[in-house]
Structures are given as structure tokens and as C-alpha cells.
């Protein structure tokens, strides 16, 4: 029997009466290993988007999203598409369980958003016609550019607008869309996890430094006595 999703078999045999003995088998399961977003980038899993590290850099890292949730999340949404998943990927957050592997998703977002930020297009189904209308023309023209709109021509016009033009979200408007979330519900976002940077640290979606001159070495080890 081949066993790759165990990392301990305990097997103990007690003593029971009569001829056959009681067999117990403790399993453990093999904590599954975390994936990088240098590996994801590198192994194709975000080529739906135009630039992978443009999408790592504005949004993943800012919000701190975990690359394993969102790998998780990304191959359950994607259903039947074929994901380059470069580990093999664990069980998807509570909020993309609504999605029904991408059958049940609203119309309007990519899937790398519906993988990384699937509380987001909850709390935004969730809402009532008219906040939903508000909530989506703030995300569109932002906070101050929506409410002119409005109070000009009226939700229903903007609904009207949205019907007749809306195709989904750019990247701009999902960052607005991520940042209304956080402003009006206070919530840490469901994929995020807790970072720690290490201050003067280069990441690795950064270009390297610039050689210094030899001049400018001198003066940084002289300095470095005070």
C-alpha cells in the first residue's frame, strides 16, 4: 500500500480476548508544503494575466496575500481550465466554496481576483441593488467622481450605464474595489497573512542596485565609524 499523503503510520496491536486481536491505525496527514509567488510567476500559474509581476507587486504583496490560499483558491475557481500549479494545492478559503469552482462567480472579474480576493466579490453580491450600484461606480470613477455622477444623473441612469457598457473590472478599479472593501467592513481580507519585512532587504520581483563608485564606498565605510 503506497501512502504519499501520510507522514506518520502508527500502528498498535492490543490485547483483546478470544483469537483475534484489535488492530488501531493512527494516521497523520503530511502538512502541506507553502508555495512562493517567485515559484507561481515562474511556473506559469498567473499567465492569464499580461504581467505577472506588475499583478504580484500591486496587489498580492500589498495585501499581503498567502500564495498557498491563493493557489488553493485559483485551481478550484478555474474548475475544468488546466492551472500550472507548480505544488500540489491545498483546500480553497471559505468564501470561494460559493463560487462552485467558478460556475456560481459573478460576471465582471478575473480569476486571479476571484482566487485572491473572494471575500470581496461576496461582500459585494451580498449588497442591495443600490449599494451594489454605488459600491461598483465608486470602483469605477472613484469616491468623488461616483457621487457627482450620481447626484447628476441618479442610480438608475448609472444602472443603465453599467448594463450598457460594463464588460468587468480593469486592474485600477479592482484596486479601489479591494480598498472600499477594507475602508467600509474593517476586516482583514480573508487570504491575507501577517508579513514582517525586513527593512533594507531587496525582493526578488525588484531590480538589483546600482553598483556604487569606488568614491562613494569610501565615504559609506567612513561613515560607518560614527
Not at 497523520?28 to 504580484?56: C, F, I, S
Not at 507587486?57 to 485551481?75: K, Q
Not at 482566487?115 to 465608486?138: H, N, T
Given at each position: 500500500m503506497q501512502l504519499t499523503e501520510l507522514q506518520e503510520i502508527g500502528i498498535v496491536l492490543l490485547a483483546a480476548a478470544g483469537p483475534v486481536g484489535l488492530v488501531a491505525?493512527?494516521?497523520?496527514?503530511?502538512?502541506?508544503?507553502?508555495?512562493?509567488?517567485?515559484?507561481?510567476?515562474?511556473?506559469?500559474?498567473?499567465?492569464?494575466?499580461?504581467?505577472?509581476?506588475?499583478?504580484?507587486?500591486?496587489?498580492?504583496?500589498?495585501?499581503?496575500?498567502?500564495?498557498?490560499?491563493?493557489?488553493?483558491?485559483?485551481?478550484?475557481?478555474?474548475?475544468?481550465v488546466q492551472v500550472k500549479a507548480p505544488v500540489e494545492p491545498g483546500k480553497p478559503?471559505?468564501?470561494?466554496?460559493?463560487?462552485?469552482?467558478?460556475?456560481?462567480?459573478?460576471?465582471?472579474?478575473?480569476?486571479?481576483?476571484?482566487?485572491?480576493?473572494?471575500?470581496?466579490?461576496?461582500?459585494?453580491?451580498?449588497?442591495?441593488?443600490?449599494?451594489?450600484?454605488?459600491?461598483?461606480?465608486?470602483?469605477?470613477?472613484?469616491?468623488?467622481?461616483?457621487?457627482?455622477?450620481?447626484?447628476i444623473h441618479g442610480l438608475k441612469r448609472i444602472s443603465e450605464l453599467m448594463d450598457e457598457k460594463f464588460e468587468g473590472f480593469d486592474m485600477p478599479q479592482m484596486r479601489r474595489l479591494v480598498a472600499g472593501f477594507r475602508r467600509e467592513t474593517r476586516k482583514r481580507l480573508e487570504c491575507a497573512t501577517v508579513v514582517k519585512e525586513q527593512a533594507g532587504r531587496r525582493r526578488w520581483f525588484e531590480p538589483a542596485p546600482k553598483p556604487r563608485s569606488a568614491l562613494a564606498e569610501r565615504v559609506l565605510s567612513d561613515s560607518s565609524d560614527y
Open positions: 491505525v493512527q494516521l497523520r496527514r503530511r502538512a502541506r508544503k507553502p508555495v512562493t509567488w517567485r515559484q507561481l510567476v515562474n511556473a506559469g500559474t498567473l499567465d492569464e494575466a499580461l504581467n505577472a509581476n506588475e499583478l504580484v507587486r500591486f496587489f498580492f504583496l500589498v495585501d499581503s496575500i498567502n500564495p498557498t490560499d491563493f493557489l488553493a483558491n485559483y485551481v478550484d475557481v478555474s474548475g475544468s478559503t471559505r468564501s470561494t466554496a460559493t463560487f462552485r469552482q467558478g460556475e456560481n462567480a459573478p460576471a465582471g472579474y478575473p480569476r486571479w481576483f476571484l482566487a485572491a480576493y473572494p471575500d470581496v466579490v461576496v461582500w459585494l453580491a451580498a449588497k442591495d441593488q443600490d449599494s451594489m450600484l454605488r459600491i461598483s461606480a465608486e470602483a469605477m470613477y472613484g469616491p468623488e467622481g461616483a457621487k457627482e455622477l450620481i447626484r
